[in-house]
């Protein structure tokens, strides 16, 4: 069987954005579509992501940060979250040598306690394999919300003693556990729905928002490219005014 030929996609007129974010949303209805299971969704969309972080290596994304699992999803099913886990366990099995001969450098973004011991130890493995790698950073935001980052970012200064004087917005970003990293320039989110869902909400508060109806198994090279261009296409004032 022939292989499908990828699309030629130029990316020379354009600046691709440092940083991307996804908010990789709509797994459970691309299910329901096809009458299957959400699990079935949840599988479809972790192939998917081995698709778009292809993608941000050959389109030269430096950090991809994805939405894998957010402190409220802990309130879905218990069958869905353990599928959930499963799948997480699984991808960390199957992918790790993969991305690490790729060059990804894995970081977690989140909180592990809670989660089941026989993950954290492969989530922790995976990030000691891949530390030195910097071809493309994978940020895996995972039992992640973004209130949850502040607070345990506060938590943290206070047992520093940060003294008031001395806190400043860069002191806080320094707390976050995106530290050393830039903002992300653009933020994606799948399957039409037009809110932030506690992602990132201290790092993206200029970050360009794309909203795409695709669910997020259908979101592809392709489709990224299309963010990319859309991104191409905003002025980004930070405030300012440009001149004319
Ligand atoms: C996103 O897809 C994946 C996770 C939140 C883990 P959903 O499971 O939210 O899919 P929809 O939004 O119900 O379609
Ligand atoms: C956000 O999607 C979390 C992830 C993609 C992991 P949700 O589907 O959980 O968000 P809401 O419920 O639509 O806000
Ligand atoms: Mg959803």
Request: overall charge neutral.
């Amino acid at each position: 069987m022939a292989l499908r030929q990828k699309k030629p996609l130029d990316l020379t007129p354009y600046k691709v954005p440092e940083h991307i974010a996804i908010i990789m949303d709509g797994n459970g209805r691309w299910a329901r579509r096809r009458g299957l299971p959400r699990v079935a969704g949840h599988r479809a969309g972790a192939e998917n992501l081995r698709r778009i972080i292809n993608a941000c290596v050959e389109f030269g994304v430096k950090i991809l940060t994805i939405y894998a699992f957010s402190t409220e999803n802990w309130g879905r099913p218990e069958s869905e979250v353990r599928g959930l886990m499963k799948i997480f366990a699984r991808v960390l099995d199957q992918e790790l040598d993969d991305l690490h001969a790729q060059g990804v450098c894995l970081h977690h973004l989140g909180d592990l306690t809670g989660v089941e011991p026989g993950l954290q130890e492969k989530v922790r493995n995976a990030l000691e394999v891949t530390k030195n790698n910097d071809r493309l950073i994978l940020n895996v935001a995972f039992n992640y919300g973004g209130r949850a980052e502040i607070l345990h970012a506060m938590r943290q200064m206070l047992a520093d003693n940060v003294s008031p004087d001395d806190l400043t917005e860069e002191l806080v970003s320094r707390y976050l556990f995106t530290r050393g990293l830039p903002d992300p320039d653009l933020v994606i989110r799948t399957s039409g729905e037009l809110r932030i869902s506690n992602f990132l909400i201290w790092q993206a508060a200029y970050s360009e928002y794309y909203a795409t109806p695709a669910y997020w198994p259908d979101f592809g090279r392709e489709e990224l490219y299309e963010a990319i261009v859309a991104f191409n296409q905003r002025d980004r004032r930070f405030g300012l005014v440009n001149q004319e």
